[in-house]
């Protein structure tokens, strides 16, 4: 088993920590996993991406030019990792942000509202964990109870009492993607 | 001593018995006693940290004895904020030129200052740079004449003597500052309670002391050591006036 | 069992000062290496150690200078316009002698640079950089558990010759996270490290001590700097021999030789693995110590392999030692690049078409 995929959008939009995630969570089923976030010098605004790759194999390089999948918050990086993505690769678009679709046909492009759906839940603050949880449903890599245990270990024991929320936004985010994958 | 004789004057212990390589006239031996008298009137002299500057009397370590770092030109303070953080119960002090405080070193002397590092600073401002033979220095008088300013110091090319002293009085967390000169033996005893009243500063986890030390160089002016004193109080004291510029403590009493 | 976390190549470099007994940091924020100061703020304070942001990386250094002349395992992290800043400071503690760790996470060059992950530091870091001609111990990690390990050895080997040991590495391996082990590593043995008896704590009723950036009669420990650089050339020419430290990978039936250090080793590396299963007879020889550089194993290997490939972040510093290494006795390619990484693409076509090639 090896999986890559690229996180993308502005800074602040949680790019990062969606990779993060993935990353612990990996390595909390046993996997090898790397983890390269990559920013501007704005921490606001600027672009912002992040590289997960997870793998039964040990990883000596944690830098991928062409992803097999990615996650696109805005359509900049729609943009710009359309065309770079490996032929039958996931590229799950917030489509929240980005208004047209997808270019290629032989990539799996699945539109994702992300920003309506973290509303649903509860809180615009939960864009990324929508998105996050509807790529673990996607890639079936890790389970909805890994990045929960993942977000356990990253936020401090004061926001704990968000935890119930982040869940339902994984969730949510899985559904969404179930139902409207084979589309 | 057991002979019945008392000694009335002698060589400081914190002076090695070396002859020292500065001028005639030479205000450096002064200051360096100064410096050395209060260590041993205070008992420090197995506990003190130089921190020596790069200049004329980079040379000093080889003249005290007690422990001595030489590090680069200007970093004195920083050196000796790294020593004084390792080990608190040790008395660290710069000795600084002009050059060495007031040009290469600001951003050191004023950053030891602004964090009130209990360290104690010593500035030899004599107006000139003495070691590579008599250029101009951040505290050169207007129309000065050095061998980077052949004509005179011109304000409106090369600008205006810099006042460290009144700079660091500025600064929040500088607990003493007081300007001397020893250009008689009247001002030296006034430099002499200055210099001791800064090292106890720092005794007492007081906080930054400096003391800035008005001191002649008859090389460097190009005149003789008596001449130089003249020129030191006529000159050098109308920009550099002496005086008490900050006492946090006795302000903070009143 | 060891404790395993997923931690930032920054982090885990402080994380590694911390346990290797560092008690003084001084440091100044400079982007890709600001986890390192940040970790140390709240942890070091935590472990009873001193944190000061210092006014610039020249004071972070002098700072630096008094810790040491204290005898403290003391350390800061910069980026390549900071390690500028601080030459002046290594050529100090080179002439006084005085050990202290520095992590150098390098970013684009020359001038302000950018931010991207680069090579760029290899001439400056290991021919030693500022004024005078003195030597760094370098080590260059090549993953983020080499990042952690290598800072605590490089607290040994400092205190073990006197010098200043850097810690090497790149934007990327500051920023990326990957599961390590935390363990307590040592290049010398605790109970090997010589002791510190030059360390200053003032007279005590004994003969002063001096610590100098230099030499003067009358001066330290010699009499003249000719006493000094003899002594220093012979201190690098010992710690050549006792801490040269490299990795070999399928050297023995290659046709080709890679030799990469740092990232771009763990490109390589990733590379092999698939160049290998197809068939191609290509290895590597991967400095881990670039001061003390492996240049005896190179020449051994150039002795049967013909083709040598550099793969660097830069536009070609390594590839002139290992083209001395070499000599005439083999052929030396180099594929380099000045700004962000070298993709895996073009390092594995590099290497096949070396190998193809007759």
């Excluded at chain 3, 040994?156 to 090497?168: E, F």
């Amino acid at each position: 088993m090896k999986l890559d995929v690229i996180f993308s959008g502005f800074g602040g939009q949680g790019v990062l920590v969606c990779g993060q995630l993935l990353a612990q969570a990996g390595m909390l089923e046993g996997k090898n996993v790397t983890y390269l976030p990559v920013y501007g010098s704005e921490v606001r605004g600027g672009t912002a991406h992040s590289t997960v790759i997870i793998s039964d194999e040990k990883i000596h390089y944690p830098y991928i030019e062409r992803p097999s999948n990615a996650v696109v918050f805005n359509l900049p990086s729609l943009t710009r990792y359309e065309p770079l993505i490996a032929s039958g690769g996931i590229l799950l678009i917030n489509s929240s942000m980005v208004n047209r679709n997808a270019e290629r046909e032989d990539i799996n492009a699945v539109y994702i509202p992300a920003n309506s759906l973290a509303t649903e839940v509860g809180s615009e603050q939960v864009v990324n964990i929508v998105l996050l949880g509807a790529f673990a449903a996607a890639t079936g890599v890790v389970t909805t109870d890994s990045v929960m245990d993942s977000l356990k270990m990253i936020l401090p024991e004061r926001r704990h009492n968000l935890l119930p929320l982040n869940r339902e936004a994984i969730e949510k985010g899985a559904a969404f993607y179930k139902d409207n994958a084979a589309s | 001593m057991n002979d019945g004789r008392r000694a009335v004057v002698q060589r400081p212990q914190s002076l090695e018995p070396l002859a020292t390589h500065y001028c005639p006239g030479c205000g450096h031996g002064t200051a360096h006693k100064l410096v050395a008298q209060a260590i041993d009137e205070l008992d420090l002299q197995e506990i003190a940290i130089g921190c020596a500057p790069v200049g004329c009397s980079a040379i000093m370590p080889r003249y005290f004895d007690v422990d001595m770092i030489l590090g680069p030109h200007g970093r004195a303070p920083a050196v000796a904020t790294g020593f004084k953080r390792a080990l608190p119960e040790k008395i660290v002090f710069c000795y600084q030129g002009d050059g060495d405080m007031a040009a290469i070193g600001t951003a050191e002397i004023i950053h030891a200052a602004a964090r009130g590092e209990n360290i104690t600073c010593f500035l030899i401002n004599n107006a000139i740079y003495g070691m590579t033979g008599g250029q101009m220095a951040p505290t050169t008088l207007i129309d000065q004449v050095t061998t980077t300013t052949p004509l005179g110091r011109v304000k409106e090319r090369a600008g205006s003597p810099l006042r460290m002293s009144e700079i660091l009085a500025t600064v929040d967390e500088a607990a003493y500052v007081e300007r001397v000169s020893v250009d008689n033996p009247k001002n030296i005893r006034k430099a002499q309670k200055a210099v001791k009243k800064a090292f106890q500063y720092q005794m007492e986890n007081r906080g930054f002391s400096m003391v800035e030390i008005l001191s002649p160089c008859p090389t460097g002016w190009r005149m003789s050591p008596t001449d130089s004193r003249a020129w030191l109080v006529e000159n050098l004291m109308e920009v550099f006036p002496l005086g008490l510029l900050k006492d946090k403590w006795e302000e903070q009493a009143t | 069992m060891a404790e395993i976390v997923l931690i930032k190549g920054n982090e885990a470099a402080g994380k590694a000062a911390i346990m290797a007994g560092c008690t003084h940091y001084y440091g100044y924020p400079i982007t890709p290496q600001n986890e390192i100061p940040e970790y140390m703020s709240l942890h070091l304070p935590e472990a009873g150690g001193t944190f000061i942001q210092a006014e610039s990386e020249t004071s972070s250094i002098n700072m630096m200078f008094g810790s040491a002349a204290a005898g403290m395992r003391t350390m800061t992290s910069t980026s390549g316009p900071g390690y500028s800043l601080m030459l002046e400071g290594l050529s100090h503690f080179a002439a006084a002698e005085l050990p202290c760790v520095l992590v150098l996470v390098s970013r684009g060059g020359p001038g302000g640079g950018s931010l991207e992950s680069t090579q760029l530091d290899y001439f400056s870091v290991t021919k030693g950089g500022a004024h005078g001609g003195y030597r760094n111990i370098v080590l260059a990690p090549m993953d983020v558990q080499e990042f952690f390990d290598h800072t605590q050895m490089a607290f040994d080997l400092a205190d073990k010759y006197r010098m200043v040991a850097v810690v090497l590495t790149e934007a990327t391996l500051g920023n990326m996270a990957k599961p390590i082990e935390i363990k307590r590593v040592h290049a010398v043995p605790s109970e090997e490290l010589p002791a510190k008896d030059w360390v200053m704590r003032g007279k005590a009723g004994k003969k002063k001590k001096l610590i100098v950036g230099g030499a003067a009669p009358g001066f330290g420990s010699f009499n003249d700097l000719n006493e000094l650089n003899r002594h220093l050339a012979d201190k690098y020419r010992t710690v050549a021999l006792n801490e040269t430290r490299y990795e070999a990978i399928e050297i023995e039936e290659a046709d080709v030789v890679v030799v990469a250090f740092g990232i771009t080793a763990g490109g390589v590396k990733q590379s092999l693995i698939q160049l290998n299963q197809e068939g191609y007879r290509a290895g590597m020889i991967r400095p881990i110590t670039l001061f003390p550089f492996p240049t005896e194993i190179i020449r051994k290997t150039s002795e049967r392999v013909k083709k040598f490939l550099v793969v660097e972040g830069n536009m070609g510093q390594m590839v002139e030692d290992v083209q001395f290494a070499v000599g005439d006795k083999a052929e030396v390619s180099f594929l380099g690049k000045a700004e962000g990484l070298i993709s895996l693409e073009e390092i594995y076509s590099a290497i096949r078409s070396l190998c193809e090639k007759g």
